[in-house]
């Protein structure tokens, strides 16, 4: 029986606390939503992709063909947890968006937030309905 090698040291990425976001809050989390990566958060998350891709193929076994990892994430592939107690709690419509890096909830703002959160998957952002000019004399009915 052979002794395993221990591993290479990953890169050191902090993972967040588990405790309500809100400034100085000691509340018990009781719900979470998203936001994206912060720049920052982000440079982190690809330096570790990088690294992992590096591992792998470092250890991939030469007589088979190249692994392919397909393009390098972006910002639109990672999110964050954010948690907050019931007293620092987004709406449940708001919570169910990925909100923006930016995004200080919770914050002053409850039970919303300061930034536009994303739309939902499938959903459309909403649209100016077209403007149609109508022929001299013609005129729109009254709903
Ligand atoms: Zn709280
Ligand atoms: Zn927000």
Not at 24 to 36: F, I, K
Not at 119 to 135: A, K, M, W
């Amino acid at each position: 029986m052979t002794t395993p090698t221990p591993l290479e040291p990953l890169i050191a990425i902090t993972p967040p606390a588990i405790g309500c976001a809100a400034t100085g809050c000691p509340g018990t989390v009781a719900v979470q939503w998203r936001r994206r990566l912060t720049d920052a958060e982000l440079a982190d998350a690809l330096a570790l992709e990088q690294h992992r891709r590096e591992t792998a193929a470092a250890e991939a076994d030469p007589s088979g063909p190249p692994p392919d990892f397909g393009p390098m994430p972006t910002s639109a592939d990672y999110t964050r947890a954010v948690y907050a107690c019931g007293r620092h709690a987004l709406s449940l419509d708001l919570a169910a968006h990925v909100h923006a890096a930016t995004c200080t909830a919770p914050g002053a703002a409850l039970p919303g937030c300061d930034c536009t959160p994303e739309p939902l998957p499938g959903e459309q952002p909403p649209t100016t309905p077209d403007t149609v000019t109508l022929p001299t004399g013609w005129v729109v009915p009254a709903p």
